[in-house]
């Protein structure tokens, strides 16, 4: 029998993204004022280095030689640190690794690939972060033709999709009279998931009705639903639907997949009809977190808006398709209304605001608190 991949359920919206990119040319003023190579004096450098034409002006003043010899020095510093912090930064490749995982309010870890390309000399102590956010990491030596991998840790206080356009390689060797700034373009992106760590109590519909089919989809094979095909495992999957047999020919983990029964599900759905604000996140929050109580009972759930849609599923990996959707979602006065793609009375709603009496449960900012 043909093996058959079936696609990611998951279908987002193109237009469903809260992305904070600059105009073109907003972008293009900055570069232009930010040059790609950034010298900047030390305390201790500017003195040193403001203090050698004050020197040369006393040597010539007297004819005193031991000036003019201390003078000879301090010009050689200045020269010999300028070319090795330029040695340092220079011929390094730098690859960054797709940014996942973060959570709005609490440090990430970005991981950069770094290769030295020189022939001869080494890299010593390099940071590595990105241009206009804190954080960085530290490169201690990289000799020549070494690969390295370290992890920057940076902090979004909000929610979102968040461009990275920028990586920035510092040196200060080798004595600190300056740092020594050069700037990498490599495009990508963040996705900095909602907080999803609220207490949330257990959704109440038609006499626990989902609570029973979640401990009945967990605890028997039979309520998994009707077989679909395989797929590539990804992480979060249950082992026990690894397909051996397919996974020792193709020579990679492949499970099955099996269309989740709807009425097993629980449909969490987001009204994204709110005016931008603390209110707003803490709706999208509340929506993370239910999610998030479903992967830990172990309940199949899915995720709603009216521009996305993410279908039943069920762990680690489910959780992680909902949490892209909710970075993702844009809550405005002017958004539609929601729409669920089961029957309402089947569905869960998180509002920021009021909401009628036709859905099976309500989560409202007002009632569950912040």
């Not at 200045?78 to 090795?84: A, F, N, R, V």
Request: charged letters at 25%; a positive charge; hydrophobic letters at 40%.
């Amino acid at each position: 029998m043909p093996c058959r991949l079936s696609p990611v359920p998951c279908s987002l919206s193109p237009e469903v993204t809260l992305s904070r990119r600059l105009t073109p040319t907003a972008a293009s003023i900055r570069r232009w004022f930010r040059p790609p190579r950034r010298l900047r004096f030390s305390r201790a450098g500017g003195l040193f280095t403001g203090g050698t034409p004050v020197l040369g002006l006393a040597a010539i003043g007297t004819g005193n030689n031991l000036l003019f010899l201390v003078l000879g020095a301090m010009l050689g510093f200045i020269t010999l640190s300028g070319w090795l912090s330029e040695q340092m930064i220079r011929r390094l490749e730098v690859r960054r690794r797709p940014v996942r995982g973060i959570t709005a309010g609490r440090p990430g870890r970005i991981s950069y690939d770094l290769r030295n390309d020189k022939r001869r000399l080494p890299s010593l102590a390099v940071e590595i972060g990105e241009a206009g956010r804190a954080g960085a990491a530290w490169v201690a030596a990289l000799e020549p033709g070494e690969s390295a991998t370290v992890r920057a840790e940076s902090t979004w206080e909000r929610r979102g999709v968040y461009p990275l356009e920028m990586v920035t390689l510092a040196t200060s060797f080798p004595f600190g009279l300056f740092r020594k700034e050069r700037d990498l373009e490599i495009a990508a992106e963040a996705v900095v998931w909602p907080r999803h760590d609220r207490a949330v109590r257990a959704p109440r519909m038609a006499g626990e009705r989902v609570r029973r089919a979640g401990e009945s989809f967990a605890g028997t094979a039979g309520a998994r639903g009707e077989y679909r095909g395989l797929r590539p495992y990804r992480p979060g999957d249950d082992p026990r639907d690894v397909h051996w047999r397919t996974t020792a020919r193709v020579g990679h983990p492949v499970i099955r997949e099996y269309e989740r029964d709807r009425a097993t599900a629980l449909w969490i759905c987001l009204d994204l009809r709110a005016t931008p604000g603390d209110d707003a996140e803490a709706a999208v929050e509340i929506a993370a977190s239910l999610a998030a109580a479903a992967v830990g009972r172990g309940d199949p759930f899915a995720f709603a808006t009216a521009e996305a849609r993410v279908a039943p599923g069920a762990g680690a990996a489910q959780l992680e398709r909902v949490l892209d959707a909710l970075a993702r979602a844009r809550l405005r006065s002017d958004a539609p209304a929601p729409s669920a793609p089961v029957p309402t009375r089947e569905c869960v709603l998180v509002t920021a605001g009021a909401a009628d009496g036709r859905w099976g449960d309500v989560y409202t900012v007002a009632r569950e608190g912040r």
